[in-house]
Nanobody, 124 residues
């Protein structure tokens, strides 16, 4: 059974940092793009960032470019999202996802697996 387990959310002040982690189990995610989406209260889920298996392909939503960095540790089947300079509008439930592909942007429109969410709250 494939599972994506997200963690690392919490409460942080504006300007602060958090690092989210998502660990996959049940299979090896070689040749899978992994990444993050988020859903703010009252809004639709939106793409945040994605990374290919090799790390050679990354893709970010415009509002997080320069503030968020996605990385992965394949030996641990884990993807990370380092979030710096957080803003109140980053408040959301963050979900990890994966798709069989070598091209990071493919995750935007299709996903094979989803994890449960982790809540990030940024206070002003």
């Amino acid at each position: 059974q494939v599972q994506l387990q997200a963690s690392g959310g919490g409460l942080v002040q504006a300007g602060g940092s958090l690092r989210l982690s998502c660990t996959a189990s049940g299979r090896t995610f070689s040749s899978y793009v992994m990444g993050w989406f988020r859903q703010a209260p009252g809004k639709e889920r939106e793409f945040v960032a994605a990374i290919s298996w090799s790390g050679g392909s990354t893709y970010y939503e415009d509002s997080v470019k320069g503030r968020f960095t996605i990385s992965r540790e394949n030996a641990k089947n884990t993807v990370y999202l380092q979030m710096n300079s957080l803003k109140p509008e980053d408040t959301a439930v963050y979900y990890c996802a994966a798709i069989y592909s070598d091209y990071a942007p493919d995750l935007v429109n299709a996903q094979d697996y989803w994890g449960q969410g982790t809540l990030v709250t940024v206070s002003s």
